[in-house]
């Protein structure tokens, strides 16, 4: 088991129940190291654009919010970050980036009778807790593999004077929770639209061997190819797929591949008219935003760049967005800082699609229905690798920078 690492202490009142005194400390489990390290370390840098905004304006109704950092690489470091919070007393635990760290963390938060707050992991969370003392700012995995389908065949199908029916659709998807939530609702929306699904080929991405993989990708004879997986076997995919001159229309992947930039880096040409369903970044076309969303997106991202050189990536606005949303529209309408109260104020509150910097609204799903709490306003746009090796949001209108291009692939 991975030993685990405290790597910031600020000293603070813990996340007591009735009395606001002093300041409110808040349980941050990220993967600042390992596979997911890259993508934990930005989503956690939006996080800190957020309390330091929230502080400069006086913290949370006068109590300023105070992080205690624990590096969680991986899902079996999960349960002992929250043992060692719980063990300091500290009640509401944010984080944590990567599906295969969320499940467990928010398992044993919820055991414990802490809040888990989680700002960008997209896979299944419908275990202990969900919308009683566990919720998902982002958008759920189910939500992105839908709207994958739904785009190729309502928008993009059209452009390239194709019938959606006549194409026939397949589905590649790593087997974790990540994968199989995000496949999952791919296969729902297939099927849901009378689409001709064509089947589907999961792997091992530890064990992966990409031709075997593209070889059975290519005897389903896909017309449109959905891809649920990781870089390293992303780009392997990809790679391979051209070498076996697998004849594709269009292909489409989703959040911790297709829309990264290393992707895009690594493959060069080879991206260039792939799609991505995923989560928007700090240079999202501002039109969707209320004009409060447009002015706190900005101040973000003047002081992101001022910390670290750069705009929020689609992991950094995740942070900041999901992290803003639980201290500046939440906690202030809880009437304790308690797990309970907190999550009290989270069921209660509404708002539009627009109203926060990502995008994205606020509207948990209720306990004991399939949607517990998932945000049931969650934004998701649509990327696409264009010819200069760049991605750009192409899809919904409002948040797109650039118009779609039906490329064709290799």
């Known amino acids: ?23 409110v400390t808040i349980g941050a489990v990220y993967p600042l190291t390992g596979p997911q390290g890259a993508g934990g370390v930005e989503e956690s840098r939006g996080v800190r654009v957020a309390v330091e905004l929230v502080n400069q304006a006086g913290g949370v109704g006068g109590h300023p919010i105070r992080v205690r950092w624990v590096d969680t690489p991986g899902s079996d470091a999960a349960p002992g970050a929250i043992k060692a919070l719980a063990d300091d007393g500290i009640r509401l635990v944010i984080g944590s980036h990567g599906s295969t760290i969320s499940r467990p963390a928010a398992d044993a938060a919820a055991n414990r009778g802490m809040l888990f707050w989680e700002t960008g992991a997209v896979g299944d969370m419908t275990g202990n807790g969900a919308g009683d003392l566990v919720f998902r700012v982002s958008p759920t995995g189910g939500v992105l593999g839908r709207a994958a389908v739904e785009f190729i065949a309502d928008r993009l199908a059209p452009l390239m004077r194709r019938r959606a029916a006549s194409l026939r659709f397949a589905v590649a998807y790593v087997d974790d929770v990540y994968g199989s939530s ?22 091992n991405a530890q064990t992966l061997r990409p031709a075997d993989v593209v070889h059975r990708i290519a005897q389903l004879r896909p017309d449109v190819l959905f891809v649920t997986a990781y870089i390293d076997d992303g780009v392997a995919l990809r790679k391979e797929s051209i070498r076996q001159h697998l004849p594709l229309v269009a292909s489409i992947g ?3 591949s297709y829309c990264h930039p290393e992707f895009g880096a690594r493959l060069g040409k080879a991206a260039t008219g792939l799609f991505a369903s995923d989560k928007p970044n700090s240079s999202l076309n501002p039109a969707g935003l209320s004009a409060d969303s447009r002015a706190v997106l900005e101040r973000a991202n003047t002081l992101h760049r001022r910390r670290y050189g750069a705009e929020m990536d689609a992991p950094g606005l995740a942070g900041f967005a999901a992290a803003w949303a639980l201290f500046h529209e939440v906690m202030p309408r809880a009437t304790t800082f308690s797990p309970s109260a907190i999550a ?15 995008g994205s609204g606020l509207e948990f799903g209720a306990p004991g229905t399939p949607e517990a ?28 920078t650039a ?8």
């Open 1 to 23: 088991m991975r030993k685990v690492i405290v790597l910031v202490l600020f000293a603070a009142a813990a996340c007591g129940g009735s009395p606001r005194s002093g300041a």
């Open 182 to 203: 995000v496949a999952g609702g791919a296969i729902r929306q297939i099927r849901d639209m009378g689409l001709a699904y064509a089947g589907a080929v999961s792997y």
């Open 254 to 256: 989703t959040s911790s």
């Open 344 to 358: 009290e104020a989270a069921r209660a509150v509404r708002i539009p699609r627009g109203g926060l910097p990502n």
């Open 373 to 400: 709490g998932a945000n049931m306003r969650a934004m998701s746009v649509i990327w696409e690798w264009t010819t200069d090796g760049k991605r750009t949001v192409v899809w919904p209108p409002e948040y797109a």
């Open 403 to 410: 118009p779609i291009q039906p490329l064709r692939i290799a």
